[in-house]
């Protein structure tokens, strides 16, 4: 089976997933739209870790923009299921940006990336990192990927979602949220790809978009 929920930021947001821990085989995958926060201190990686590792699924995670983008940069990096990744631990993934990937015979396109508007409160290569931003150079890897797959998937998963949504409830309402670069940058994709469902992180809320878009925070849902 397949799933997906959204940001985890380490242990703060894992509960979701405890619950769900003797649901989850080996032959699961468990999709994280991004914060997955984990990867953050480098002197204690193996112990933030161990709370995923004992899951039976494998955890594959969109990078957030509260990420140790340094630390998981520096981890090695490998070809999985069609895309790139960065290998955490032996169950656990960061499904790079701009990468298909075919998993249990459905394609997903992983776009991580996101800009945190608490930044001028964090110090940069500390509890903050520039990396954070979608990029065009993001966005050109993705489309050269997505035009292997002639454009189309199973499935989007993003950290957070195309500024065209801002215009839809619930977000048309709330004060004070302006969209980004990294909001603008993925309604290329929004507006290029054929896809399915396109599921995202974020916003700290499970909300359905019409029928096409997905926020999650803390549902855990298996994909058809």
């Given at each position: 089976?397949?799933?997906?929920?959204?940001?985890?930021?380490?242990?703060?947001?894992?509960?979701?997933?405890?619950?769900?821990?003797?649901?989850?085989?080996?032959?699961?995958?468990?999709?994280?739209?991004?914060?997955?926060?984990?990867?953050?201190?480098?002197?204690?990686?193996?112990?933030?870790?161990?709370?995923?590792?004992?899951?039976?699924?494998?955890?594959?995670?969109?990078?957030?923009?509260?990420?140790?983008?340094?630390?998981?940069?520096?981890?090695?990096?490998?070809?999985?299921?069609?895309?790139?990744?960065?290998r955490a631990a032996e169950n656990v993934y960061?499904?790079?940006?701009?990468?298909?990937?075919?998993?249990?015979?459905?394609?997903?396109?992983?776009?991580?990336?996101?800009?945190?508007?608490?930044?001028?409160?964090?110090?940069?290569?500390?509890?903050?990192?520039?990396?954070?931003?979608?990029?065009?150079?993001?966005?050109?890897?993705?489309?050269?990927?997505?035009?292997?797959?002639?454009?189309?998937?199973?499935?989007?998963?993003?950290?957070?979602?195309?500024?065209?949504?801002?215009?839809?409830?619930?977000?048309?309402?709330r004060v004070g949220v302006a969209p980004n670069?990294?909001?603008?940058?993925?309604?290329?994709?929004?507006?290029?790809?054929?896809?399915?469902?396109?599921?995202?992180?974020?916003?700290?809320?499970?909300?359905?978009?019409?029928?096409?878009?997905?926020?999650?925070?803390?549902?855990?849902?298996?994909?058809?």
């Open positions: 089976m397949l799933y997906v929920t959204g940001d985890t930021h380490g242990s703060l947001d894992y509960n979701k997933l405890h619950t769900m821990r003797e649901k989850f085989t080996g032959e699961d995958l468990l999709l994280i739209a991004g914060d997955f926060g984990a990867v953050w201190h480098k002197n204690t990686l193996e112990k933030d870790l161990q709370i995923y590792r004992r899951l039976k699924c494998k955890v594959l995670f969109a990078d957030g923009n509260h990420e140790n983008f340094d630390l998981l940069e520096s981890l090695p990096q490998e070809e999985f299921c069609g895309g790139k990744v960065h960061h499904l790079m940006r701009g990468q298909v990937f075919t998993l249990q015979g459905r394609t997903v396109f992983v776009m991580g990336g996101a800009e945190s508007t608490d930044k001028v409160r964090r110090r940069e290569g500390q509890s903050w990192w520039k990396q954070e931003s979608v990029t065009w150079a993001d966005v050109d890897e993705g489309l050269k990927n997505l035009a292997a797959h002639a454009n189309a998937v199973d499935y989007v998963l993003t950290h957070t979602m195309p500024s065209s949504l801002l215009m839809r409830p619930p977000f048309y309402r670069t990294s909001e603008y940058l993925l309604n290329i994709f929004a507006e290029q790809v054929r896809f399915t469902h396109w599921y995202f992180g974020h916003w700290h809320m499970d909300a359905e978009l019409g029928e096409k878009y997905t926020a999650l925070y803390q549902k855990v849902i298996p994909l058809p």
